[in-house]
């Protein structure tokens, strides 16, 4: 089983739809959670960092479930610019709580939004 | 917006020649990272580095070395270059403890050997 699963779409969804992505984690002591984001051929750049139980940003919201182990994105009102491949990305720490900064990334979800 | 440079963007080049990717940032950070990525595909982590002087081989088997004689700079070698060299190239580099773990990317070199 890989440490990060996400589904990879792709997604195709019009504008003003509301889509969510849903990530699974195997490693029960990851402590820090992000979403990235990466356009064709760009780097990936942080859209959000998940901490705790979750949070919102405009029209993104990013949850977190401990008991589950997974992660989820919700995008509400879709834009054309939201289209992009979303990846989840999460660190797992030691018990002592020393953080390895070692970032694992899923495969990524391809977001279309079309007109 | 992240400081982290990378050079060069494009690098086309024939089997056998020893090439150098360069990798900086200004932002004082100690964790610096390279990963590698095909068209469409997920990316692999095959170096890091926590300092100085420290160096780590990642979860994906590569033939390329790297160095960390300064804190801001992490330069990746091949020693001779191959056709399945052929990918993405993307640095990065975050800070430590709790908060400071979100990466920050280089643009990438995208490497082609003939």
């Known amino acids: 089983r890989k440490e990060v699963e996400q589904d990879p779409g792709p997604f195709n969804v019009p504008e003003g739809a509301t889509v969510a992505f849903n990530c699974t984690y195997s490693?029960?002591?990851?402590?820090?959670f992000f979403w990235y984001r990466q356009d064709c051929r760009k780097e990936p750049k942080l859209l959000m960092s998940?901490?705790?139980s979750g949070n919102e940003d405009g029209r993104f919201t990013a949850q977190l479930n401990r008991a589950s182990q997974y992660i989820s994105l919700l995008i509400r009102d879709s834009k054309l610019s939201d289209s992009a491949t979303y990846l989840c990305?999460?660190?797992?720490?030691?018990?002592?709580?020393?953080?390895?900064?070692?970032?694992?990334f899923g495969q990524g979800t391809i977001l279309t939004v079309h007109p | 917006e992240a400081d982290i440079y990378q050079t060069p963007r494009y690098l086309v080049i024939g089997t056998g020649k020893k090439i150098t990717l360069e990798c900086s940032q200004t932002?004082?950070?100690?964790?610096m990272y390279w990963y590698q990525q095909d068209p469409g595909m997920e990316l692999h982590l095959i170096h890091y580095?926590?300092?100085?002087?420290?160096?780590e081989k990642g979860d994906l088997s590569s033939e390329s070395t790297v160095s960390r004689i300064r804190t801001e700079h992490f330069p990746l070698t091949l020693e001779s270059a191959r056709p399945s060299h052929t990918s993405q190239y993307l640095c990065?580099?975050?800070?430590?403890?709790?908060?400071?773990?979100?990466?920050?990317f280089g643009s990438g070199t995208q490497l082609s050997v003939l």
């Open positions: 990065a580099s975050s800070g430590t403890g709790w908060g400071n773990e979100k990466l920050f």
């Open positions: 490693n029960s002591a990851s402590q820090s």
């Open positions: 998940v901490y705790s």
């Open positions: 990305v999460v660190n797992s720490e030691s018990a002592g709580g020393t953080s390895y900064g070692k970032l694992t």
């Open positions: 932002m004082g950070h100690d964790k």
């Open positions: 580095s926590y300092g100085v002087n420290s160096t």
